[in-house]
């Protein structure tokens, strides 16, 4: 399903609504949460999707590598998380393009997804998303990890908000500290599975969902 802005763009704001959600991690790579989180990941073999920004990459290549060789989507979420809605078209571009470079480099993948940082979307990402060949995706709902309410209310707070095509946004790193602590999100990660396998749902990755969306 896409929020259509003629303003500012399409996004991907859920998907189909099967028994299938999404989960969704921003602000990394980060040293001990991405880890944690890949981990879980590969065990209970789900997939997911990591936004992450350029100057986490470039800090930490080999995480970014490791997230994209196991299978999940890397997608582009600006250089240094910048709030795009005040940024000029000069800038939105240089900060889309270098976190692409960082990304490509890490990988060896060239990303193909990008999302907003708080998701401020600007009349310039449009165009730039189309020169980049980057379907937009924004979100279904997020549940506030950033502010640590806990593992246990993480936990309850998605369960209490699933639903088909679900894209849940959590964080696996802090937009602005490279050494932010999301280890609470990475810690609830085995039960918000759990939770979702009870109710019937199945984990999907956003590579299904993108395509030509502009
Ligand atoms: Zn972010």
């Known amino acids: 399903m896409m929020g259509m802005d003629l303003f500012f763009g399409p996004s991907v704001e859920r998907g189909p609504r099967k028994q299938r959600i999404y989960l969704t991690f921003d602000d990394g790579p980060n040293e001990w949460a991405t880890d944690a989180i890949l981990e879980t990941l590969e065990r209970e073999r789900v997939p997911a999707s990591f936004f992450m920004v350029g100057d986490h990459v470039r800090r930490y290549p080999q995480l970014a590598r490791r997230v994209a060789g196991a299978g999940h989507l890397v997608g582009n979420h600006t250089h240094n998380h910048v709030k795009l809605h005040f940024a000029s078209r000069q800038r939105l571009r240089h900060q ?111 590579s299904e969902l993108l395509g030509n969306h502009f």
Not at 165 to 177: C, F, Q, R, T, W
């Open 96 to 206: 889309l393009e270098v976190a692409h470079t960082a990304i490509g480099w890490a990988t060896g993948q060239r990303p193909r997804a990008f999302r907003a940082p708080h998701g401020y979307r600007s009349p310039y990402l449009r165009a730039a998303a189309r020169e980049l060949a980057y379907t937009v995706f924004g979100w279904t709902f997020g549940v506030f990890d950033t502010a640590k309410p806990g593992v246990e209310e993480i936990r309850r707070r998605v369960r209490k908000r699933l639903r088909p095509g679900a894209i849940v946004l959590l964080h696996d790193g802090d937009g602005y500290d490279p050494e932010g602590d999301r280890m609470q999100t990475a810690n609830a990660l085995p039960g918000i599975i759990q939770d979702a396998r009870s109710a019937g749902y199945e984990f999907g990755s956003l």
